[in-house]
């Protein structure tokens, strides 16, 4: 049992490039989501999902886009990458109004 | 706009103090309470959560108790150790969504 993955770990973009960042679980949850740790500002929900198929917008979705097509991933994409996403993202999973389970995070830096 | 608040921002105890750490909330219409800890440079890991219907909820040296009325928790750490040392975070959560507070670092010296 996995848990939750993200991939990758570390990540460089220049401003104006693209990239997904994963996030896989193996626990069969319904909902999954991400969030921004900021220095200051705690963390901060992007987008989430209730279900395969269904995303919603969370605090500070600008810029990025995700979608549901499986139970096991939710991908965040950074459509065109600027120095205000440096930060660190993290995937979580939950089901219903049980635990959130966080994972490792990725850590992303654009010049 | 449910806003999550922690206080203190800092905290150093000697090892073996019993301390609390709190947290307050704006929006009683909440399902539940979260307790994580965070590493530096590392991420969160679950604590203890609560529930909207629950007072308290007890892990070892741990007890978090909740207070939906006056929108308060708290997480009260017994006999504290130097590996205590690190971030807490508190976060509501409503339909798989979670809002945090900002957090409190704990130091605990020997």
């Known amino acids: 049992n996995a848990g939750v993955t993200q991939t990758p770990k570390f990540q460089v973009l220049k401003t104006g490039q693209s990239m997904t960042l994963q996030c896989a679980q193996d626990m069969n949850h319904e909902y999954m989501s991400w969030y921004r740790q900021d220095p200051g500002m705690g963390l901060r929900l992007i987008h989430y999902?209730?279900?395969?198929?269904?995303?919603d917008q969370g605090e500070v979705p600008n810029g990025y886009n995700v979608s549901r097509s499986t139970t096991e991933d939710f991908p965040l994409r950074l459509l065109s990458a600027a120095p205000s996403q440096t930060s660190v993202y993290f995937c979580?999973?939950?089901?219903?109004?049980?635990?959130?389970?966080f994972g490792p995070g990725t850590r992303l830096t654009v010049t | 706009k449910q806003e999550v608040t922690q206080i203190p921002a800092a905290l150093s105890v000697p090892e073996g103090e019993n301390l609390v750490l709190n947290c307050s909330f704006t929006d009683s219409a909440i399902y539940n309470l979260q307790w994580f800890r965070q590493d530096p440079g590392k991420g969160l890991t679950s604590l203890l959560l609560?529930?909207?219907?629950?007072r308290e909820q007890t892990s070892g040296r741990l007890n978090a108790s909740l207070d939906k009325s006056s929108g308060r928790s708290t997480l009260y750490i017994a006999a504290s150790q130097p590996g205590d040392s690190a971030t807490y975070l508190c976060a509501v959560g409503n339909t798989g969504k979670l809002i945090f507070g900002q957090g409190t670092t704990l130091q605990v010296k020997p």
């Open positions: 999902s209730v279900g395969a198929g269904i995303t």
């Open positions: 609560i529930q909207s219907s629950q």
């Open positions: 979580a999973t939950g089901q219903g109004a049980g635990e959130q389970y």
